[in-house]
């Protein structure tokens, strides 16, 4: 049964770069089975996907978010990371570390438990 | 603004039928698979249906769904009380991005 753990700071200040790890758990990030996927959700409001990393050092970001995200993997430690730039007030969301299977398919699970992250000075 | 459209609230007392819709364009329904995320408030989403029609292995057979054209449905038959959550379609759009509907609320009366 594969688990997906989320960490980070809980608090990031506007103009920093937020960052978050997500440890895998009964799999191999680079099983090659899933893409390694990012999906944050604001308080009270919907699902937005960030993007994906493959084993194959394949990324793929949304379009709106592609000039701040970066999508990286360790595969020493079976953790994937993101890294979100330049963040503001909108950042501030849930952010869920996500196995997908397939990569132009919303096909997300397991869903690790989810990290609050809040942009504030 | 969410690229697919759902309507933000269905209700029904239990055991009724419960339908949800889900509206989108060429670029994104019209052309690629659907899926379905149920979210019971303060947990993660959970998949519901894959593959426009699909159910997971545990998604009991109350839960169906279909795909036509540029929109999709969610129905849930037999509505029980533990079914009150937050209901996500979702699929690929051509304009390279996995998009959401905005969600729809189920509640039991």
């Known amino acids: 049964q594969v688990q997906l753990q989320e960490s980070g700071p809980g608090l990031v200040k506007p103009s920093e770069t937020l960052s978050l790890t997500c440890t895998v758990s009964g799999a191999s990030v680079s099983s090659g089975h899933y893409y390694w996927t990012w999906i944050r959700q604001p308080p009270g409001r919907g699902l937005e996907w960030i993007g994906y990393h493959y084993f194959t050092g394949s990324t793929n970001y949304n379009p709106s978010l592609k000039s701040r995200v970066s999508i990286s993997v360790d595969t020493s430690k079976d953790q994937f990371s993101l890294e979100l730039t330049s963040v503001t007030a909108a950042d501030t969301a849930i952010y869920y570390c996500?196995?997908?299977?397939?990569?132009?398919?919303?096909?997300?699970?397991?869903w690790g438990q989810g990290t609050l992250i809040t942009v504030s000075s | 603004q969410s690229v697919l459209t759902q309507p933000p609230s269905a209700s029904g007392t239990p055991g009724q039928r419960v339908t949800i819709s889900c509206s989108g364009s060429s670029s994104n329904i019209g052309r690629n698979l659907v899926y379905w995320y149920q979210q019971v408030p303060g947990t993660a989403p959970k998949l519901l249906i894959f593959s426009n029609s699909q159910r997971p292995s545990g998604v009991p057979d109350r839960f169906s769904a279909s795909k036509s054209g540029t929109s999709a449905s969610l129905a849930i038959s037999g509505l029980r009380s533990e079914d009150e959550a937050d209901y996500y379609c979702?699929?690929?759009?051509?304009?390279?991005?996995?998009?959401f509907g905005g969600g729809t609320k189920v509640t039991v009366l």
């Open positions: 979702a699929t690929w759009d051509d304009r390279l991005s996995v998009v």
């Open positions: 996500v196995g997908a299977t397939g990569h132009l398919n919303p096909w997300f699970d397991p």
